[in-house]
């Protein structure tokens, strides 16, 4: 394959002899570590994630990369091309907490992770997990059970092929000094006649656990209603549902996070949290465990496919597939400013000293590679 590097997008450009790509270029790799030459390569470069110059070949898309694009189109440059990321420990608490009682529950199912190694890498309080703690012990003392054979962490591998009509697009980009109407090449290239652009389109991600004909997706939210509202659910789940048709329905495992108080009285130790959380969801446990059913021992909402709209779901990805085409041929991640201050809400957003800046602090964030 030639050179397809847009060199004009990029000050650090530096060709190589056999005019492939660039020398900081790495292709995509697979599992098996085999070369996807279809993907969008990465940059060697320590400054970055994606290679800014690569425009024509797609980035593969995940649920969580869509709904950065969709949330505001420079938060997904900033995290998913130049792969910013903020240090675990500068999380937000609500995100650490989701981080260890995801762990803990996935260490319960029989995962082989360190709930130690969680807790030191993310620095999360003494509060936290206690709370987080109190709420597990409950767990296990309610004897909640779950149907036994279900995959931990199992790959959500969704193929789509976005195909483009010829006169929807007629991108061209500078390569040195010539300007290439990439129709031209892509069709010499394929020898092809039709005058349509397709390119495959992969979604990943994770099912928390999967059985053969449904999923469970654990959630600990402050908000649990987020998750139990089909059209806050409707993207994530519905991707899901569409990577497998043998998926007949999911079970939404949501669990209140504990909003106990400190004493304003005397100092609240993390042990007496602890007892204190563990006594509470004793004492009313579908309050924590949403749809908890004390006969089954089980807790969660079932949602069944036929509830999603999957044909929306797989438009969507399409046009948002060619949307950041465009994006990243025009180089416009243009910022969606009402999002700054409420990217979820009342949650500013994690990027927003960046924004208010320009410098990246290597304080707080850091370039990550995969
Ligand atoms: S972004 Fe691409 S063109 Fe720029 S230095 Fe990195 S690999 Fe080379
Ligand atoms: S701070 Fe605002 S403009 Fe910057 S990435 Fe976040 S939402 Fe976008």
Known sequence: MRNLLDTSKCKYFSPTFDNRECSYYKYSEGEGFEQRDWECGFCTRPEQKRCIADITRPIPLSHSSVEAFTSCHYYYYLTRIIGVSVKNEFLGSALKAGKLWDTIKQVHLGASISIKKVIEDYQIDPMTVAKVRGLYHAYKELGIEVDEGGELQAK????????????????????????????????????????????????????????????????????????????????????????????????????????????????????????????????RPSKYFIGWNKETRRYGKKYYRNEFNLEMVRKRYEQIAVDMMSARWTGNFYPDWKRCSNKFPGIPCEMKAICTTGCISETMYEIKKN
Request: hydrophobic share 30%.
């Open 156 to 283: 959500v591998d969704l193929k789509l092929n976005v195909k483009l009509g010829k006169n929807d697009f007629m991108p061209t980009v500078n390569v040195g000094k010539e300007a290439i109407n990439l129709w031209a090449i892509r069709e010499t290239q394929k020898e092809q006649d039709e005058h349509y652009w397709e390119f495959p389109l992969q979604v990943t991600g994770f099912y928390d656990r999967k059985y053969p004909t449904y999923f469970c997706e654990d959630k600990l939210s402050s908000r649990p209603e987020n998750y139990l509202d089909i059209f806050q659910i409707q993207s994530q789940n519905g991707t899901y549902f569409l990577a497998d048709p043998n998926l007949e329905y999911c079970i939404m495992e949501v669990v209140q996070f504990p909003q106990l108080r400190e004493s304003k009285k005397k100092e609240t130790t993390p042990e007496e949290m602890y007892k204190r959380v563990f006594d509470d969801v004793l004492s």
